[in-house]
């Protein structure tokens, strides 16, 4: 700085801002340059790792991605042989009454059911499989889907003896079940059975159904009573219930035979839960049919709901809400309510018979 020339000290400042400012430019570029080769640099790194595990790779022996099928070895021979001395020789291991007990059924239904399936259906039928070897027989197949429905255990189960295993492929309380169930899309259709009757010489049009206190005042629910006052609804009470016991009673011989029903279902399908009540219920009239304990009433092989094309017709929408409204009246349920109190109090000097007593068709079935 030249202190004789007035100017010096200005153009000394004016220098001096100048390189500040560059300085601060060449500052900034600097730290952005550093963050960018640090971002590549980590980007490097990374891809160097990739790159040496693929070298790694490479030195190694390539193999093949898929894993192999094991090969189970059975004996199915052995199992049909096994089976055979059990129970279908002449003298066999187990007896009678241990075949009845651990199939269900006597001997002969089984045979019977056994040449039925497999004339109606392949599955049932002997065959060979692809690699030429003979399948499993007819009476192997039909023990394994007893067995299934009778324990209620998976086919897994009988892996060891039978040789056969499975190939690979909100809170419902009553009310809620009866809300959602097809029963009452049945009912609102119209296509439901139903039947006409007389309570206290009242006519009522269609039937009604047992229940407790969760379901709704329905023209087609008939309850207890909680708390009755008298005792005309005190002999009520004891008759609905003792009705409805029959009833539960009726459903728990079904549940002590077949084990499958008293599990949690093993199915999310609901037409593979449907076809094992069916198979169950079928099973059993089969069952109380060849021990000549089954009994048929009011069965009418002319009802036009023994045609499926029955429950394909569509009901127009004005009698489906006509329905609706019969179906769930308040003020008919009160009225037969009322008409069953008076109907059971003025019959009950002839309501002291005999209940039947269903241990009769119970058979000693809890192995």
Known sequence: MDLNNPLSSSESSTDSSSDSSSGS?????????????????????????????????DDEVVRPRFKRRVTIVRRRQEDEARLMRNYFVDEPIYNAKMFRRRYRMSKRLFLQICDDLAAEYPFFQQRYDGSGKLGFSTKL????????????????????????QKEPHGSNND???????????????GLAPTTSFYAND?????????????????????????????NKRKLFKKKQELARKDIE?????????????????RY???????????????LHNMILQDEDKAFCQDYDPEDPS?????????????QRIKNTHAIKSGETHNMLMADLVDQVWTTRSRQDEAVPDLNEYVSDDDA
């Open 306 to 318: 023994l045609d499926p094309e029955y429950w394909t017709q569509e009901t127009p929408m004005e």
């Open 25 to 57: 430019s060449e500052l900034d570029a600097a730290i952005s340059k550093a963050a960018i080769l640090a971002v590549n640099a980590m980007f490097d790194a990374v891809r160097g790792d990739d790159d040496d595990e693929d070298d790694d790779d």
């Open 141 to 164: 197949k039909c023990t394994s889907a007893l067995r299934q429905l009778a324990y209620g255990t998976s086919v897994d189960t009988f892996d060891e003896n039978f040789g056969i």
């Open 202 to 230: 009242n006519f009522y049009k269609s039937g009604y159904y047992l229940g407790d206190g969760i379901y709704p005042e329905y023209a087609i629910f008939v309850k207890t009573f909680t708390d009755p006052i008298d």
């Open 249 to 265: 009673r009726a459903f728990g011989v079904l549940k002590k035979r077949w084990k499958v029903i008293s599990n949690p279902s």
């Open 175 to 189: 009310i809620n079940v009866f809300e959602a169930s097809p029963f009452l899309e049945e009912l609102i259709s």
């Open 268 to 282: 999310w399908d609901k037409d593979k839960m449907q076809s094992v009540i069916y198979t169950c219920i079928i």
